[in-house]
T-cell receptor, first 116, second 116 residues
């Protein structure tokens, strides 16, 4: 079974609108971390945001927030007031503290395109 | 602070040649990861090191691939002999076990390898 599932291969959003990128995960590890990375067309992988499984509040970093629903095993990324520069590939990822130590498992990604 | 540094940024070589990719992690980081990214297979973890010691090399495709980390500030990934199917973008990433974060990984710019 896939550990990280991103069901939206591609999305188009109008500039200035909010966008939600879906991510569900599967783990039996009681302690884990969830990450989102951005990969623009230039190719670099940029770390955006992190959420620990024991964190009580949803993580936020500027315009990025992680909508963490533990019971549903979802970790959606929300980008507020989207900008043209947000057009990129976005990867959800997970680290299982006990099962896989420092390894991070990546999803297949969602390509986000922002329309002017 | 300097991020993860990789060289070369682009490499074009002929089948059968030896290829060496280089990485300098972020100073103070104790984990180093090598990934390969292709359209078909996505982002694959090849090997990772902790304190210069290889921890998990289960992702290394075959014996033609080898990786070393002689010290905390340098690692190499070598392919000998190279084959056209090795063409991909190779990323190096580093992370730290210090602090209260989630061991988020910071990626280098990648090396785009083309084997003809």
């Amino acid at each position: 079974a896939q550990k990280i599932t991103q069901t939206q291969p591609g999305m188009f959003v109008q500039e200035k609108e909010a966008v939600t990128l879906d991510c569900t995960y599967d783990t039996s590890d009681p302690s884990y971390g969830l990450f989102w990375y951005k990969q623009p067309s230039s190719g670099e992988m940029i770390f955006l945001i992190y959420q620990g499984s024991y964190d009580q509040q949803n993580a936020t970093e500027g315009r990025y927030s992680l909508n963490f629903q533990k019971a549903r095993k979802s970790a959606n990324l929300v980008i507020s007031a989207s900008q043209l520069g947000d057009s990129a590939m976005y990867f959800c990822a997970m680290r299982e503290v006990y099962s896989s130590a420092s390894k991070i498992i990546f999803g297949s990604g969602t390509r986000l395109s922002i329309r002017p | 602070d300097a991020g993860v540094i990789q060289s070369p940024r682009h490499e074009v070589t002929e089948m059968g040649q030896e290829v060496t990719l280089r990485c300098k992690p972020i100073s103070g980081h104790d984990y180093l990861f090598w990934y390969r990214q292709t359209m078909m297979r996505g982002l694959e973890l090849l090997i990772y090191f902790n304190n210069n010691v290889p921890i998990d090399d289960s992702g290394m495709p075959e014996d033609r691939f080898s990786a070393k980390m002689p010290n905390a500030s340098f690692s190499t990934l070598k392919i000998q002999p190279s084959e056209p199917r090795d063409s991909a973008v190779y990323f190096c990433a580093s992370s730290s076990s210090e602090g209260s974060g989630g061991y988020e990984q910071y990626f280098g710019p990648g090396t785009r390898l083309t084997v003809t």
